[in-house]
């Protein structure tokens, strides 16, 4: 039986290149301390800020405008506390989407308790924020936007540029999400207008546990969460991840090389699992934009299916998928994003998230089109409704 991985935007695996990096810092003399002043750390320092430019070099920023954190969840609130606090005395209104990964969300929500204002935007039937609605929600006491590049549960791509254009003539600062478009589609944040940035190194073939933040130059922003050392200059205490920085560097640098190629590859296994699947089973829609969406990314709900026992089934037969995002899957309640998206409960019980990656082929999507309709038929004869 096959084994097919088809849940990148849950995670990838580790780049065999990447992994070779994170080796060698792993082992022999390559354990400094960056802080340290001696050769063994003189050699640390030395790699991270080659990882670190790297990483600039790939966002359109400068080097000094990098700060790596622990990943994807950390740069999320350290960009949003960090904005929040920092900004407190000029408002205290606060605006994100109702999509946004619960990193941010609930960073949002756990301010709002705080006493911050916030606003949660809705989205329309393909998870869109509209340009619009931030305009209109934006007063004098707004501070801070936050809004995802890319949906992790059903691909589509934001407005982000245009959002960020108008923050900037309202003096709000802009922070985005880009833990599931970096990688995948181009992210400049200059082209994207934002001043803070998250990115995460396990979705783009990197390892877990590691990721960064750009904080644009000038931006009134101060970390608020870890109490430390002085270590990436005040704005992220704690002694740095070197293997992690190591390998988030490389693999930033493998996926802006292979970016258009890939994404291009992706996007015709893309449609082909789309038309396969709508074309084939019976009572399903896809979810998210039909157009502005990852290339990597196909997402459904299926009538009268339940996505637990349809992603045991397909695991039985070789395949890994996913429901929506890590973080939903497993617990009962339907994805916040598919009810955001106006996707009735018992609808939204039935996603599916095919995500694409490097090792895809062909024969593994005629595999999962041959496959994926007996599953549906068979879930759907066992069931009640
Ligand atoms: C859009 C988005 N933001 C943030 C995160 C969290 O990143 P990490 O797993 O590195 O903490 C994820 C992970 O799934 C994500 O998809």
């Known amino acids: 039986m096959p084994r097919i991985y088809l849940d990148h935007s849950g995670t990838t695996p580790v780049d065999r290149r990447v992994a070779d990096e994170i080796y060698r810092f792993l082992t022999g003399d390559n354990f400094g301390n960056p802080s340290s002043h001696h050769f063994f750390g003189y050699a640390a320092k030395k790699a991270v800020e080659e990882a670190r430019e790297k990483v600039a070099h790939a966002l359109g920023a400068d080097r000094e405008e990098i700060v790596f954190t622990s990943g994807g969840t950390e740069a999320d609130n350290l960009a949003i506390h960090g904005a929040a606090a920092t900004n407190f005395k000029k408002g205290n209104h606060i605006i ?10 609930n960073t949002v929500k756990a301010l709002g308790k705080q006493g911050f204002e916030t606003t949660i935007l809705p989205v329309d039937r393909y998870g869109m924020v509209s340009v619009e609605a931030v305009k209109d929600a934006i007063t004098d006491k707004t501070t801070l936007i936050t809004i995802m590049h890319a949906n992790n549960e059903v691909g589509s791509i934001m ?51 590691i990721g960064a933040l750009y904080i644009r130059k000038g931006t009134r922003w101060k970390q608020t969460l870890l109490h430390g050392g002085a270590q990436e200059r005040l704005r992220r205490a704690g002694t740095e991840n070197i293997p992690g920085i190591i390998g988030l560097g490389k693999a930033v640098e493998l996926a802006a090389a292979d970016q258009a190629i890939e994404g291009n590859r992706l996007k015709a296994l893309r449609d082909r699992l789309i038309s396969g699947v709508t074309g084939s089973v019976e009572e399903v829609q896809l979810t998210g934009h039909p157009v502005l969406r990852l290339p990597n990314h196909a997402s459904f709900c299926f009538e009268h299916i339940e996505a637990e026992s349809m992603l045991h089934n397909l695991d039985l037969k070789g395949i890994a998928a996913s429901s929506g995002s890590a973080c939903t899957s497993g617990s009962l309640e339907p994805s916040h994003v598919l009810l955001a998206m106006g996707i009735p409960p018992h609808l939204a019980y039935g996603s599916l998230r095919l995500t694409l990656g490097r090792d895809n082929t062909e024969e593994d999507v005629e595999y999962f089109l041959a496959t994926i309709g007996p599953v549906i038929e068979e879930l759907r004869s066992a069931s009640p409704f």
């Open 96 to 105: 994100t989407s109702a999509v946004e990964h619960h990193a941010v969300l």
């Open 159 to 209: 407005p982000a540029a245009e959002i960020g254009k108008i923050a900037r003539e309202r003096g709000v600062l802009f922070h985005i999400d880009a833990v599931q478009s970096f990688g995948k589609i181009p992210v400049d944040v200059n082209d994207l207008n934002c001043d803070l940035l998250t990115i995460s190194a396990h979705k783009i073939y990197g390892p877990k546990g």
